[in-house]
């Protein structure tokens, strides 16, 4: 199987904490996406980072990719109680005529 | 409106019944995919396709079928409904390279 893995699988903080989730996957990648999907809704698209990036910002999230341990990392600063989600890492398999394969998610709650 | 469009919504349906979950996209993506998410298991890839008439298995194909005769539609078909698809099904779209594109998903029911 090519699906990846993600821990925690639940993190409770209060508001104003940082989160911190990861992602591991097995083989080589085109890029590694995260989402976030709130409860009972579709998922909603992050960040993307490509396989020869290290580094990405978006607003409070940071992504980071370390190819060579094959795991990504977001991270969320100063988190608010609307970041209150389920968030899924997806790696990209595509450039070896793969697929598009999702981790089972870590389900964030934010306590204000 | 640009955008993609699951139907139906909801669907509930019975054991031995066909089935068929619609997806349409209008950005004139290459590739389409379609996922089921259960408790427990996160998203899980059916079928996806890169082009129209050029679909593949992901990991939970069976008891599926899927078409791509034109670039905007990706159809999912149960061809005998059984209990243990009852899921939420999600399509989704992309270029190369790029972040996916959701629709709202079908909440799909079989008794």
């Known amino acids: 199987s090519q699906q990846g893995e993600e821990d925690p699988q639940a993190l409770s903080i209060q508001e104003g904490e940082n989160a911190t989730m990861n992602c591991s996957y097995k083989?080589?990648?085109?890029?590694l996406q995260w989402y976030r999907q709130n409860s009972g809704r579709g998922l909603v698209h992050l960040i993307l980072?490509?396989?020869?990036?290290r580094e990405k910002h978006s607003g409070r999230l940071r992504v980071t990719l370390d190819t060579s341990k094959k795991s990504s990392s977001l991270l969320i600063t100063a988190s608010r109680a609307a970041d209150t989600a389920s968030y899924f890492c997806?790696?990209?398999?595509?450039?070896?005529?793969?697929?598009?394969?999702f981790g089972q998610g870590t389900e964030l709650s934010v306590k204000p | 409106d640009a955008g993609i469009t699951q139907s139906p919504r909801y669907k509930i349906t019975e054991t031995g019944r066909q089935v068929t979950l619609m997806c349409h996209q209008t950005?004139?993506?290459?590739?389409m995919f379609w996922y089921r998410q259960d408790l427990g298991h996160g998203l899980r890839l059916i079928y996806y396709?890169?082009?129209?008439?050029?679909?593949d298995k992901g990991e939970v194909p069976d008891g599926y079928v899927v078409s791509r005769s034109k670039t905007e539609n990706f159809p999912l078909t149960l061809e005998s409904a059984t209990r243990s698809q009852t899921s939420v099904y999600f399509c989704?779209?992309?270029?190369?390279?790029?972040?996916?594109?959701f629709g709202n998903g079908t909440r799909l029911t079989v008794t």
């Open positions: 396709s890169a082009a129209a008439d050029i679909t």
């Open positions: 083989t080589s990648i085109n890029n």
């Open positions: 989704a779209s992309s270029d190369w390279n790029s972040p996916l594109h």
């Open positions: 980072i490509r396989s020869n990036e």
């Open positions: 950005w004139s993506h290459s590739y």
């Open positions: 997806a790696t990209d398999y595509r450039n070896q005529g793969g697929k598009l394969i």
